[in-house]
């Protein structure tokens, strides 16, 4: 967004609100960024916490499980797809729509990037180790 102007948005309720267009299109029309915006109330950030399939992971090595926060639930079956074809020592796991994943190598020496997991789901999304979305959740507490 321009320098000279601030943009303040509203709580809202979910993600049917199209608050993540709206600020695509600003980064769009003020920057000419082209970037995927994903937006999350407090309530699913803390459905992600609490469905969290990995809570040994999250204490011991939270730096190395990840949430995948993607725009549309995959097509039935991809998941299965991405773990038959992967084959890495990372786990997977996607109990609603959200994909958690352990990297038990670290994230750099892994061959499961975002873009494979993106093709492997046929949706966009982005990913934040579980020290962020513990940060986000205490951001949304505020």
């Not at 999350?40 to 040994?56: H, L, T, Y």
């Not at 190395?64 to 990372?90: C, M, N, Q, S």
Request: proline share 7%.
């Amino acid at each position: 967004m321009a320098p000279d102007r601030q943009r303040v948005f509203s709580p809202f309720q979910g993600r049917s609100t199209g608050l993540d267009a709206t600020i695509e299109a600003d980064l769009y029309k003020d920057l000419r960024l082209k970037t995927t915006v994903l937006v999350r109330s407090e309530k699913e950030i803390q459905n992600v916490m609490d469905r969290n399939p990995f809570p040994a992971e999250a204490q011991e090595d939270p730096s190395h499980l990840i949430v995948y926060f993607v725009r549309e639930p995959p097509a039935k079956g991809a998941l299965d797809t991405l773990v038959r074809a992967h084959g890495g020592p990372e786990r997977l796991s996607m109990p609603y729509d959200h994909l958690y994943v352990v990297y038990p190598n670290g994230i750099a020496r892994s061959n499961l990037t975002l873009d494979k997991i993106e093709r492997a789901l046929q949706t966009s999304g982005t990913g934040r180790n579980w020290n962020t979305v513990c940060k986000l959740r205490q951001l949304c507490a505020h």
